[in-house]
């Protein structure tokens, strides 16, 4: 939600989404960032924000903003961030001197120190290039945030439509390695993967297709830029109903084989499964659970 609209601040109140992210970078204009830490900081402080992960973007290290904009929003409103996002992450030492400031912040406002987490986003070809150690750059990292517009025009994609497979080639699915490569960075050092914006608001097909993609491959959620593409990516990103019943199925009867019957691998219906099966069904199940699904059936051995 852009900051320097607190008629959208206000309504960020009121969407079924998991997180919601203020924003002080893109979405501001250069002439309104004053007037939008301002209002962010009143938006933290006097909104309900129940229920719901509340982030604050800052502008990118290379601006002359991020630091008044980190300074302000912690100090006006530190104790209701869950996290700050820093856009446009190019190596460890970005994350660092945020995680820096924000100790300094804390210390000097009786915060607890290390409370506010911090998600990277990973916008160009050095950032990418530097997935690992930007996931390993601080404690307080809990997420990676694939930035798509900004990172095609940084590799000089030939396309205007974000997220879109680029006219001309028609070879596989251009954005594969940059998801896997965000994914396996995440992955390795505990943080979660998020997909980033599809711009075109009216077209919810096209936001599923894209949603499904990084979905698929297992990243945690993806990002909602109007009230329509919620709903629909709260349903791209839970399991079907089918597949979460499969999963608690198999959780049930992993458990019950193994500690009732002794058996390490063992059929479930024509399917065999064994402890790496129950890993996957943990995943499955987590999401559904998270998702708020329940149980259409129950395992009989
Ligand atoms: C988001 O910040 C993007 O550049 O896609
Ligand atoms: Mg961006």
Partial sequence: ??????????????????????DLEDSVAPAAKEEARANVVAALRDGDWTGRTVVVRVNDLTTRWTYRDVIEVVEGAGDRLDCVMLPKVRGASDVAWLDVLLGQIERANGLPEGRIGIEAQIEDARGLVAADEIAASSPRLE???????????SI???????????????????YHYILMRILMAARAHGLQAIDGPYLQIRDLDGFRRVARRSAALGFDGKWVLHPTQVEAANEVFSPSQEDYDHAELILDAYDYYTTVERRGAVMLGDEMIDEASRKMALVVAAKGRAAGLSRTTEFTP
């Fill in 143 to 153: 997420t990676l945030v694939f930035g798509p517009a900004d990172f095609m025009a």
């Fill in 1 to 22: 939600m852009p900051g320097s609209s607190p008629r959208f601040l206000e309504k960020a109140q009121t969407l079924a989404a998991d997180e919601v992210f203020l």
């Fill in 156 to 174: 000089g994609m030939r396309t205007l439509v974000v997220g879109e497979q680029p006219p001309g080639y028609g070879e596989g699915d251009a």
